[in-house]
């Protein structure tokens, strides 16, 4: 522990030589801090990047209408000793004046955060290499929707003009691509989606020479839903069902993510029941995304057996989640103060039959398709991402674990009753295509063992009355918070989900949610892990990064 | 009269369809089991009659045709594609009185008619002005050259060792022996079979992850239609193919008719379904190595083995 103090002392340290307004210690492995000169913001993550915090998580802009300020927020973490720092400054509302240097440059992970903030709150930042509006579509260019002040409804009821804009924008681009292609050469423009058989709602514009590829621009917000702000138009409990919808095959832990931030602004602390309940539906959750996930980089070599058989034994777990909530999929089954219903033994029953039913599949399925030849063939050394990449990447979850970098929220910085669970950073080698895929189904037993611990606790708890499970599972949160803000970090099936909650005095909804996704990330290395491959890989990589639509726009 | 019948019924036209519609029937149903599904199920029983269904919605629909394309070119393909596909069925034995067209080169006539099938298709992808098509066509044709070089090598082994292309004298001479002689000839013809058909894990023309559905990502309604009847009319001939080259064709271990026949073309179906629900795909550049660094070599090495069996297994030059 000591040696951690000395590492968190230094960060303390290079911060103290710049005009700050506060330095403190935020949870365990946070220090939290806010410069009084935005101008000091590279130097500062620059120092930072020196002193190991190489990976950015996310920037995001909390936008104050009446202080007429923005808020910057950058979250720098360390993966690898686990020190994070919180970093915030002040800029100037006004359009014009609404500048801040780009971090980009020094981390190149930032890269998409910097232009989600550039098209949600028309922050400029200067010398960034690459500042296009993303996720929003072609009306919304130049517009700042996540302000405050944004009239959504005098944007609405325009809506022949923005569709018009949309349309001739795409025709210009077709125009502009004949323009810039040899007509008579083979190097051409696919539109790898939004409705091809593989991609879901994403577009990659891959620039090709026949099988080649050159190329790839991702072209994402097909399914921006403005999840960041449709949270701000609900009350607290209404919220959870848009924060559940970041992607809904592993709905419970966003929901915990999100019901952690608003406990902590509460000040309320669950019940070790409610700790334990979360860790077993969280597990489940995470249990049917991997299934799916595992499946998706066999899908996209044209196997579909494998997300039959996944289905198959998810079909159980969701059958637990249904008993439960009496949803399969958009369970809405964890809320501020615990979790939503109470527990009744025949639930651990058809917990029971599920984990029987995947003890009694997984070795079939590892002995045809986790140690599949052909799969070698293809996976094996394609896509590879090296440790080094995934920290300047920011990748985190299963990417970034398949090569190798030991990072777990749930070991990093505990939360529910994982504290109390036994696990163990799973990771793979090489960071290959095929390696992720193993990786998911390595986590996919871990989970099983998680669940199998949680539930095993719960029934011990249950027999000698310690919990009792018709009242345990909730406590009472206010309807109106206080003024104040918190981060909640979670470990989600795809990896890390940050979640920046602020909110005003006596505030019945949120006032900002930043969500940072996974997915996000992931996309961005698209391109560079691309490039020079064919166009047979595309899929594959696509599949392996285990990338999800409804995180990726938000 | 007698030729009519051949051409409209039997094994002509009506058999063609009812092959389609029975053997896609029996993939879905086959697939849906590797799968822990159920399958079609409601129309008819075991959802028999749901893949007729399924064809006679394919021929009401309408045609599109995309702006652009030649539209002759465009809607003749796949009506020749059909056609082409359905020749060689004349030249099968299917029962030991019934081969419509014998002829001392029907092996010949046979693996050309194969062999021209994949060009077509080819045309069809170079028709559509799609670039997922247009890359389906260039994929084809690469599948093709690389592939084809083994399947005619291999299916040229049975008329090597029993010095015949008449395709009757060659189901008439097979044994236990040559079978076990021509085996590995069959393993390869095999392996080449998937490739020529575009199964897994050499289903790379029309990858649907890669370039969607390659050459058929223009086609709907009849014309769909008719590159399906091909595609089923395809594998017809080539399991045809492989059971009177290399498994005795129509002769069973106690009786000799259609039906023994049937049986070996319905095992090698299975065994071609089960590949493809256990194998994912390969790439452009890997089926290219395969092919022509084992595939080839390896076909012409069983040349070599058929000329030493017939020599020293058989006993001399017949």
């Known amino acids: 522990m000591e040696g951690d103090e000395i590492l968190m002392q230094n960060i303390k340290n290079i911060l103290s030589s710049y005009e700050t307004e506060y330095i403190e210690d935020y949870k365990t492995v946070w220090i939290k801090t806010k410069l009084l000169k935005s101008g000091d913001l590279l130097e500062v993550a620059k120092a930072l990047k020196e002193n190991g915090l190489r990976t950015i998580s996310t920037v995001s802009a909390t936008d104050f209408l009446e202080e007429n300020k923005i808020e910057m927020n950058y979250f720098f973490e360390d993966l690898l000793t686990k020190r994070n720092c919180w970093l915030k400054c002040d800029i100037p509302r006004e359009i014009e004046l609404c500048v801040i240097d780009s971090i980009t440059p020094l981390f190149v992970g930032a890269s998409w955060h910097e232009r989600e903030v550039f098209s949600m709150f028309g922050v400029k930042f200067t010398n960034h290499p690459d500042l296009r509006p993303i996720i929003v579509s072609q009306d919304f260019y130049g517009k700042t929707p996540f302000r405050k002040d944004f009239d959504w409804d005098a944007h609405e009821a325009d809506i022949v003009t923005n569709m018009n804009t949309i349309v001739d924008s795409f025709a210009n681009e077709e125009l502009e691509n004949d323009k810039k292609l040899d007509p008579h050469g083979s190097e051409m423009i696919l539109n790898w989606g939004p409705t091809h058989p593989a991609s879901g709602p994403i577009r990659l514009k891959v620039h090709c020479d026949g099988e080649e590829v050159l190329g790839i621009d991702p072209d994402i917000g097909f399914v921006w839903r403005a999840l960041e702000h449709l949270v701000t138009k609900k009350d607290f409990i209404g919220a959870i069902v848009a924060v559940e919808r970041l992607c809904f095959m592993d709905n419970i832990n966003s929901m915990v993510g999100y019901c952690q931030a608003v406990e902590e602004i509460a000040g309320v602390e669950i019940t070790e029941f409610a700790k334990y309940m979360r860790v077993v539906l969280g597990e489940v959750a995470r249990l049917s995304s991997h299934m799916m996930g595992m499946a998706g980089v066999y899908n996209a070599l044209g196997l579909h057996t494998v997300m039959m058989w996944n289905m198959d034994m998810r079909e159980f777990f969701l059958d637990f989640l249904e008993s439960y909530s009496g949803a399969r999929i958009a369970t809405a089954a964890i809320e501020p103060g615990g979790v939503r219903y109470s527990l009744e033994p025949k639930m651990l029953e058809e917990l029971q039959k599920a984990l029987d039913k995947f003890d009694a599949t997984k070795e079939d399925i590892r002995s045809i398709f986790v140690k599949n030849p052909t799969m070698k063939l293809r996976g094996a050394k394609i896509g590879i991402i090296s440790a080094d990449e995934v920290l300047d990447y920011a990748l985190c979850g299963v990417v970034a674990r398949a090569s190798g970098v030991k990072t777990d929220i749930r070991i990093d910085e505990p939360y529910g009753a994982y504290a109390n669970i036994t696990m163990d950073y799973i990771t793979q080698e090489s960071g290959s295509a095929q390696d992720r895929m193993i990786q998911i189904f390595a986590e996919m037993e871990q989970s099983v063992d998680i669940i199998k611990q949680a539930k095993k606790h719960i029934e011990a708890k249950v027999a000698s009355a310690e919990f009792d499970l018709t009242k345990d599972h909730m406590v009472k949160v206010p309807k109106k918070l206080p003024k104040g803000e918190a981060i909640s970090r979670v470990e989600w099936a795809r990896g890390e989900v940050l979640m920046h909650l602020v909110t005003a005095e006596k505030a019945t909804s949120p006032y900002r949610l930043k969500l940072k996704a996974p997915s996000f990330n992931h996309t961005m290395m698209l391109n560079h892990l691309l490039e020079g491959k064919t166009l047979s890989d595309i899929p594959l990589i696509f599949g392996s990064l285990y990338i999800c639509q409804g995180d990726l726009d938000r | ?318």
């Open chain 2, 1 to 318: 009269m007698d030729m009519i019948f051949n051409i409209v019924v039997f094994p002509g036209l009506l058999y063609v369809l009812l092959w389609t519609v029975a053997l896609f029937w029996f993939f879905r149903k086959f697939m849906a089991a590797l799968h822990k599904r159920v399958g079609p199920s409601f129309n008819g029983p075991a959802g028999s009659l749901q893949t007729l269904f399924d064809l006679s919605k394919l021929l009401t629909k309408e045609s599109i045709t995309p702006k652009g394309v030649n539209p002759y070119l465009f809607s003749i393909m796949p009506l020749l594609a059909a056609t082409i596909a359905m020749l060689p069925t004349a030249l099968i034995p299917w029962t030991p009185n019934l081969t419509v067209v014998s002829s001392q080169y029907a092996l010949l006539g046979l693996v050309v008619l194969i062999g021209i099938e994949p060009f077509l298709l080819f045309l069809t992808g170079f028709g559509s002005d799609n670039k997922y098509s247009f890359l389906g066509g260039i994929r084809i044709l690469t599948q093709m050259i690389s592939m084809e070089t083994s399947f005619f090598l291999a299916a040229l082994s049975p008329a090597l060792l029993f010095g015949t292309m008449n395709l009757n004298s060659i189901v008439e001479q097979s044994t236990w022996m040559s079978f076990w002689i021509l085996f590995p000839g069959f393993l390869l013809y095999f392996v080449a079979l998937l490739g020529l058909l575009e199964q897994p894990p050499f289903n790379i023309p029309d990858a649907e992850q890669e370039i969607v559905y390659g050459f058929y990502t223009e086609y709907s309604g009849t014309n769909y239609f008719l590159l399906k009847l091909a595609e089923f009319a395809e594998f017809m001939a080539v399991f045809a193919g492989a059971a009177t080259l290399f498994l005795g064709g129509f002769r069973g271990l106690f009786f000799d008719n259609y039906f023994c026949l049937f049986i070996k073309m319905i095992l090698i179906a299975i065994f071609m379904m089960t590949i493809r629900a256990s194998t994912p795909r390969i790439t452009m550049k890997q089926m290219l190595n395969f092919s022509w660094s084992y595939l080839v070599p390896l076909s012409l090495l069983n040349l070599a083995w058929i000329m030493l069996a017939k020599i020293f297994i058989l006993g001399g030059v017949a």
